[in-house]
């Protein structure tokens, strides 16, 4: 069974500082690994995903993450965090080795930004 | 470009009450899902729907809920008799088909307040 977790459930950081959010994942088959972002009151919105081939993955609004099979990392990162960037971030993964898609997501992190 | 729909954005209903959220997932798509996110947690997996079945449901989806594709292109939940612990935002998402690359399209959910 596919699980996720986020360390940290509150991450605060200044205006231009770098993000960083972890998201570890465990899977027993090779993952499809997502990145939603939700704003208050607002549904989910992807960000970025990894299915296979390259494993840094670039998403809207200039954030990042990277697949690390060795570590089951799939950590989400952005140079420059601007006010628009506070919002609840999902890390989650999908199980496709079955006929169809379920994705699990993880608690979730949410991000404050500093002025 | 297309996307799923969902009907009410917020619904308020006494406890004991039965509700139905609807969503209009996207036309080609095949297979469809509701999740349950009650405020401030995880969204979490109810139920996943293929070819008028149900294809999975999680330990939250009990006798009380019920989903069903009545005309084709509507995908409705049905909540029997309300509890205060229903109260949530209710996503509804849909994927393509097989050879998907296991994203989920949500929709802006449906936010349902029990009394």
């Known amino acids: 069974a596919q699980s996720v977790t986020q360390l940290g459930s509150h991450v605060s950081v200044s205006e231009g500082a770098l993000v960083l959010l972890r998201c570890n994942y465990s899977s027993s088959v090779p993952p499809y690994l997502f990145w939603y972002v939700q704003y208050p009151n607002q549904g989910l919105q992807l960000l970025l995903k990894?299915?296979?081939?390259?494993?840094l993955v670039k998403g809207i609004n200039g954030f990042e993450a990277e697949f690390k099979k060795s570590e089951t990392s799939f950590h989400l990162t952005k140079p420059s965090a601007h006010m628009s960037d506070a919002a609840e971030y999902f890390c989650?993964?999908?199980?496709?080795?079955?006929?169809?898609?379920?994705?699990?997501f993880g608690p979730g992190t949410s991000l404050s930004v500093i002025p | 470009e297309p996307e799923v729909t969902q009907t009410p954005s917020h619904q308020v209903t006494q406890m004991g009450q039965e509700v139905i959220l609807r969503c209009v997932p996207i036309?080609?798509?095949?297979?469809f899902y509701w999740y349950r996110q009650i405020l401030g947690q995880k969204v979490e997996f109810l139920v996943s729907f293929y070819n008028n079945e149900i294809s999975e449901k999680s330990e939250i989806f009990d006798d009380q809920f019920s989903v069903e594709r009545p005309d084709g292109s509507n995908f409705t939940l049905k909540i029997r008799s309300t509890k205060l612990e229903d109260s949530a935002m209710y996503f509804c998402?849909?994927?393509?088909?097989?050879?998907?690359?296991?994203?989920?399209?949500f929709g802006e959910g449906s936010r349902l307040t029990v009394l």
């Open positions: 989650a993964v999908s199980d496709h080795s079955t006929s169809y898609d379920k994705v699990i």
């Open positions: 998402a849909s994927v393509p088909g097989l050879a998907s690359t296991g994203e989920l399209f």
């Open positions: 036309s080609n798509h095949l297979y």
């Open positions: 990894y299915t296979t081939g390259a494993t």
